[in-house]
């Protein structure tokens, strides 16, 4: 890799931090303030809370009942599926034992994929490098995107271009690996939000 083109990829890592704390901001990660803006994201939080800790403690068979709407046994099924969210932040939770930092943690780490799954998106459509740096801006920070910022069942959408990604890989270069690659983070898109499931399956299937 070029002096060039690593100067430019610290470029793009630098803006798409700074934008992410900016528009994360609210969220007040690391304090006991937390804030989440005009959205609430309590349902989202609760749910989180209630996944990350029977993992943490190995109850699998409780991960989609929960304490609310009682007397209904399975109260989760009445919440959008956010189980790869969860999966990834488990490590946070099972150091901070706290979902607040785990929730900021999952939003703020969507942008920063979002903006590095659309980057390699449009370089393997063979767009050039600014290009490419403003579509995963745009991706990432659009305005209808920030209006859910704090619904994290609706910001999670950093699996769509990473599928889209390896899809096109597994056409250009006929390897079963890359249809293992996207099947996994279709996946893994599916199991964050069921909303944005269901309509990017039918963007794949067309």
Do not use: E
């Not at 068979?61 to 189980?83: A, C, E, K, M, W």
């Not at 034992?97 to 903006?115: K, R, T």
């Not at 767009?127 to 999670?156: C, M, P, V």
């Amino acid at each position: 890799m070029s002096y060039k083109n690593t100067f430019f990829y610290g470029v793009w890592l630098l803006l798409t931090i700074l934008l992410a704390y900016w528009f994360t901001y609210p969220l007040d990660n690391f304090s006991g303030k937390y804030s989440f803006g005009a959205n609430d994201p309590t349902g989202g939080v609760w749910l989180l809370n209630w996944q990350l800790t029977q993992l943490s403690s190995g109850n699998f068979d409780q991960l989609f009942t929960g304490n609310s709407f009682y007397p209904l046994d399975r109260p989760v099924y009445f919440h959008d599926t956010i189980f790869s969210t969860v999966l990834l932040v488990l490590p946070v939770f099972l150091v901070t034992q706290d979902p607040y930092i785990c929730f900021g943690v999952a939003i703020f780490s969507s942008h920063i994929l979002s903006s590095l799954g659309m980057f390699l998106l449009a370089r393997q459509l063979k767009l050039d490098h600014l290009a490419a740096l403003l579509a995963a801006i745009i991706f990432t920070f659009s305005g209808s995107r920030y209006a859910f910022s704090s619904a994290i069942s609706l910001a999670i959408v950093q699996w769509m271009p990473f599928t889209l990604f390896f899809v096109h890989k597994y056409f250009d270069k006929r390897r079963r690996i890359f249809l293992y690659w996207a099947s996994l983070f279709y996946l893994m898109q599916i199991t964050a939000t069921a909303y944005h499931g269901i309509f990017f399956s039918v963007v794949l299937l067309t």
